[in-house]
C-alpha cells in the first residue's frame, strides 16, 4: 500500500532555508511512472501547490514561487524533498507531500498527513 | 492565471443533495478533480476527470462539467460528509479553487 510521509523541522527562523522530505513507500519512485508533488495550506486558507516532480528530475514549479524553490529526488532513498528559501511568515502553513496519478497533469491520488511549519524567530 | 470560483460555504439537510459548483473559463474543456478535507485531516480525492469515483469513494459522490462550469455533487448527505471541498485543475501549473465549507 502506497504512503507519503513528510519530515523536516517544525520550526525555521525568517530568512533561513526550509527543506522537507517526502519518504514513499509502497512503490518505488523509480519505476512508477508518476510524478510526484508538494503542496501548502497556511491556518486557515485553501491548498496552494508549490511543485511537481518526476524520478528524473523534470520539474514544473508554482510560478508565484518558482524563484525560492528547488524540488529534488533521491531515488536510492525512495524520498523527493522540498527547499524553500528565504523564507517569511507567509510560509507558515501545513506542507504535503502527494502522488500525481500519472502524468504531471493528473490528479494527486495520495497524500501525506501533512507537516506544519511555522515561520517565527 | 487560471481562477477557479466556489462558493465559499453550501449547507445541506441530512438526506438531501449537495451540489458544489467550480466556476472556470471554459473549464469544461480541462479534468477537473474533487477533495474533501475534514479538519485536521490531509485532503482525499472523491472525484478525478470529472465524474470518476476512486475506489472506497460511495456513489453518493458525483460530478460533471460543462461550459464554465464543473459540479460536484453529493447525494443522500452524511453527517460524516461535513468538510471542506476543493476542486482542481491543470492550467501550465496546478490551480485549486478557494474552497467551500459543505454544512450538513
Known amino acids: 500500500q502506497l504512503q507519503l510521509q513528510e519530515s523536516g523541522p517544525g520550526l525555521v527562523k525568517p530568512s533561513e532555508t526550509l527543506s522537507l522530505t517526502c519518504s514513499v513507500s509502497g512503490v518505488s519512485i523509480s519505476i512508477s511512472d508518476n510524478y510526484w508533488a508538494w503542496i501548502r495550506q497556511p491556518p486557515g486558507k485553501g491548498l496552494a501547490w508549490i511543485g511537481s516532480?518526476?524520478?528524473?528530475?523534470?520539474?514544473y514549479y508554482n510560478p508565484s514561487l518558482k524563484n525560492g524553490v528547488t524540488l529534488s529526488v533521491d531515488t536510492a532513498k525512495n524520498q523527493f524533498s522540498l527547499t524553500l528559501r528565504s523564507v517569511t511568515a507567509a510560509d507558515t502553513a501545513v506542507y504535503y507531500c502527494?502522488?500525481?496519478?500519472?502524468?504531471?497533469?493528473?490528479?494527486?491520488?495520495?497524500w501525506g498527513q501533512g507537516t506544519q511549519v511555522t515561520v517565527s524567530s | 492565471s487560471y481562477k477557479l470560483t466556489q462558493p465559499l460555504s453550501v449547507s445541506v439537510a441530512l438526506g438531501q443533495t449537495a451540489t458544489i459548483t467550480c466556476g472556470g473559463n471554459?473549464?469544461?474543456?480541462?479534468?477537473v478533480h474533487w477533495y474533501q478535507q475534514k479538519p485536521g485531516q490531509a485532503p482525499v480525492l472523491v472525484i478525478y476527470r470529472d465524474n470518476n469515483r476512486p475506489s472506497g469513494i460511495p456513489e453518493r459522490f458525483s460530478g460533471s462539467n460543462s461550459g464554465n462550469t464543473a459540479t460536484l455533487t453529493i447525494s443522500r448527505a452524511q453527517a460524516g460528509d461535513e468538510a471542506d471541498y476543493y476542486c482542481q485543475v491543470w492550467d501550465s501549473g496546478v490551480v485549486f479553487g478557494g474552497g467551500t465549507k459543505l454544512t450538513v
Open positions: 502527494a502522488r500525481v496519478s500519472g502524468r504531471i497533469a493528473a490528479h494527486f491520488g495520495n
Open positions: 471554459n473549464i469544461g474543456n480541462t479534468n
Open positions: 516532480i518526476y524520478y528524473s528530475g523534470n520539474a
